[in-house]
């Protein structure tokens, strides 16, 4: 028997995966959204949208680091069902001295992949901060969120 308030706690007060056995396939997606402010001197670098560290082209290696991740989400947080996902999409923007990152994650399967669009992203800031960090240490990770889901029992989308 499952906990009333929270999905991964059972009757006895134990953690445990949810079962999703008679939960129909849908078709699901899921955006999350991360936002790094970096540095003037940093920014400064930016060339044709894209900086260039001593490592390599940094978002570039964050949308593969991102992906990478969101793959294998189903191994990093305890509960998660690992899944095979059907695509990983990855935008990112720049906006004065903040870079906007977004990753949308799908799949046709009986559980969403919310935690699997925000592993991704938040992989993707953590490599842009690796990435520029020789050039200063002076790098925030603001905010990460989901910013939309479909599928399942309900939608979600979060208005700013």
């Known amino acids: 028997m499952k906990n009333d308030k929270f ?38 670098g930016l060339e044709a ?13 964050a949308i593969i680091a991102g992906t990478m991740a969101a793959k294998k989400t189903g191994e990093l947080i305890p509960l998660c069902h690992p899944i095979g996902l059907d695509g990983c999409d990855f935008a990112v923007e720049v ?21 699997e669009a925000l592993t991704g ?13 020789a050039l200063s240490h002076d790098i925030v990770i603001k905010e990460t969120r989901l910013i939309a889901k479909t599928g399942g029992k309900k939608d979600f989308t979060y208005y700013e």
């Open 95 to 115: 906006k004065g001295l903040e870079v906007i990152i977004e990753c949308t994650a799908k799949i046709s399967a009986k559980t969403g992949v919310e935690m």
């Open 7 to 44: 999905s991964h706690i059972d009757s006895g007060n134990n953690p445990a995966m949810v079962n999703v056995s008679e939960k129909k396939i849908t078709l699901r997606t899921a955006t999350a959204r991360s936002t790094v402010r970096l540095t003037k001197e940093i920014m400064d």
């Open 121 to 133: 992203v938040s992989l993707a800031a953590l490599t842009i901060y690796d990435m520029c960090k």
């Open 49 to 61: 949208g894209e900086i260039h560290s001593k490592k390599g082209p940094v978002f570039q290696t």
